[in-house]
Each structure stands twice: as C-alpha cells, then as structure tokens.
C-alpha cells in the first residue's frame, strides 16, 4: 500500500543553521501528492508545502522542497533555521486512489537551541 | 489560516458513554475528512465526505463510529461507546478541489479523554 517514510525521528540544531528533514514515499499511482504540515505544541497540523510536479521546487516561509519522482522524495530545508521553527513536521502523501485521504509519516520533531 | 471550526475543544467521557464532536468546514469546501491523532501523535484516517456522501470511511467508522455531513449544518462524528483507546485528538480538515488536487486544512481539533 501506499506510505511515508520520515527517517528522523528527531533533529536537534543550533539557530542559523540549515534544516533538512527527509521523506520519501511509495505509491503505485503515477501521480501523488505531496505535502508538509507543521504541527506546534498543542495547536493542529498547518500546511506549509505542496507539491504534484515533477523536479519543481515549492517554497514558503522560508522553507523548500521539490518534489523528486525518480527518487520517491520531497525532502525539506531551510537555509537558516529560527528558534520559531521547533515543531513537529510531518510529510503526507495524497493519492488519486478516490478518497484522497492524507497518509502521513512518522514526524520529525525539529528542535532548535540558541 | 484554517477557518475550519471544531467543537468542542475538549471532551471527557467515561467507558460506555457517547462522544460527540461537531465541524463546521472552511465556507465553500464541499469535501471534509476526519482523522484520529493518537498520543503517539500517529494520524489515522477515519472517514470522507464530498457534500453529504460518504467517500471512504475505515472498519473502526463502520463499528462503534458514525459520522453525517447533513446540508446546512455541521458535520458531525459520534462515538457510541467510548473506550479508553478512543482518548486522542480528533480532526477534522476540509478542501476544495482544484487542479485535481486535495489540500486539507485542519481545524484545532477535539481532545477526547475516556476515563
């Protein structure tokens, strides 16, 4: 079936440098979806990307990612990370599968120290 | 922001009660998705509407579960017998369509303890 797959469970950096959050995803549609919430401390997921084209990069709010179908991946990054960026960032995959439910990963949660 | 509407933002209930939560979606999006956050913060989808028709919904929806998204008033989903596995966080997100594709925005959430 489909899935998301978030190797970082957690990622501890120091402000000002750069974040990089990995995902990558397995479908067997030729079309996904791809997204990153963030989610802060007791508040709900917030979108903060989306991407369905291929090798184009998506950016806002300082964050980036392209969506990369030979490699199954839309991996994160942020040239400098802030302290506001601590959460918990989770990437989803949508699918024409008919219900285009979400399926997300596991979450990084991203913590950064002055 | 999400202008999607939760209701309420936390429950409490004992075993065996129901649990009621209620989603007003975000003005215009005719397709409304409810999803389980557990405290291990994993998502679980349980059910779609587009307007008043179920999409999809999970086994768990089918048995103790049951959800509406009647026209002209929130949609709604209901526990009829809580039991502890039910505490979690329960979401309701909406979208609308375009370009094929099914952005969800996130309402804030119901916080569901079952004592």
């Known amino acids: 079936g489909d899935s998301v797959t978030q190797t970082e469970g957690l990622v501890t950096l120091t402000e000002g440098l750069p974040v990089m959050l990995n995902c990558t995803y397995q479908?067997?549609?030729?079309?996904?979806?791809l997204f990153w919430y963030v989610q802060h401390l007791n508040e709900s997921p917030r979108l903060l990307l989306k991407?369905?084209?291929?090798?184009k990069r998506t950016e806002h709010q300082g964050f980036h990612a392209t969506l990369h179908k030979s490699s199954s991946s839309f991996h994160l990054q942020k040239s400098s990370a802030q302290l506001s960026d601590s959460a918990l960032y989770y990437c989803?995959?949508?699918?024409?599968?008919?219900?285009?439910?979400?399926?997300f990963g596991s979450g990084t949660q991203l913590t950064v120290m002055p | 922001n999400s202008k999607v509407i939760q209701t309420p933002r936390y429950l409490v209930k004992g075993q065996g009660q129901k649990a009621k939560m209620r989603c007003i979606p975000e003005?215009?999006?005719?397709?409304v998705f409810w999803y389980q956050q557990n405290k291990n913060n994993e998502f679980k989808f349980l059910i779609n509407?587009?307007?008043?028709?179920?999409?999809?919904q999970i086994d768990m929806t089918e048995k103790r579960f049951s959800a509406e998204c009647p026209s002209n008033s929130p949609c709604s989903l209901e526990i009829q017998s809580s039991e502890a596995g039910d505490s979690a966080l329960y979401l309701c997100?909406?979208?609308?369509?375009?370009?094929?594709?099914?952005?969800?925005?996130f309402g804030p959430g119901t916080r569901l303890t079952v004592l």
């Open positions: 997100a909406s979208s609308l369509p375009g370009q094929g594709i099914y952005e969800q925005y």
């Open positions: 479908t067997i549609y030729s079309n996904p979806f």
């Open positions: 991407s369905f084209t291929d090798n």
């Open positions: 989803a995959l949508s699918v024409s599968s008919g219900s285009w439910q979400l399926i």
């Open positions: 003005k215009g999006h005719p397709v």
């Open positions: 509407f587009q307007n008043q028709e179920v999409l999809q």
